[in-house]
């Protein structure tokens, strides 16, 4: 009778175990009018072959005015691609068409408007310096975290 219980406690770990696991390939980011965002540091498992991010702007001012969105990129590229993506202006969601240095990016949005950036990883090392920033205009220097792939 023991027995039988501990193993029905070992496969219930089992299963909880990897339910965490591919959930840890998707996570929610908030961003407000503030020019903030919720969070400063992102981790996803080595193991996830695509990574999703919720973004949720929980401002009310419109796009063109406090308008956010994601782009993953190297820590060290944070400032030239936001740079490039100004000049590519909002029809491009303030990324240089085709830049490689890109890995992946989201629309902008305005207040109350929420998007998801979904991306593949084959490009990611594992331990990797990555982050995550808002490409409006004037954004970056504030609206950054880190990208942890691990
Ligand atoms: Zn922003």
């Not at 400063?40 to 919720?54: H, V």
């Not at 691609?81 to 303030?94: E, H, K, L």
Request: hydrophobic share 40%.
């Amino acid at each position: 009778m023991k027995r039988l219980i501990k193993l029905g406690l070992l496969s219930l770990a089992a299963s909880f175990f990897s339910v965490n696991a591919s959930a840890s390939c998707s996570a929610t980011l908030e961003a407000n009018d503030m020019m903030q965002f919720n969070q400063k540091t992102l981790s996803f498992s080595k193991d996830c072959k695509e990574i999703s991010i919720e973004l949720k702007h929980t401002g009310k001012l419109p796009a063109k005015t406090m308008g956010h969105n994601i782009v993953v990129v190297d820590s060290a590229n944070i400032q030239a691609v936001a740079t490039d993506g100004m000049s590519a202006g909002i029809a491009n969601q303030y990324v240089k068409p085709g830049d490689e240095r890109v890995y992946g990016f989201s629309k902008i949005i305005g207040g109350g408007e929420t998007t998801t950036l979904t991306f593949k990883t084959d490009k990611l090392k594992v331990g990797g310096d990555y982050a995550f920033f808002c490409s409006f205009p004037g954004h970056w220097a504030i609206m950054k975290g880190k990208l942890e792939f691990k």
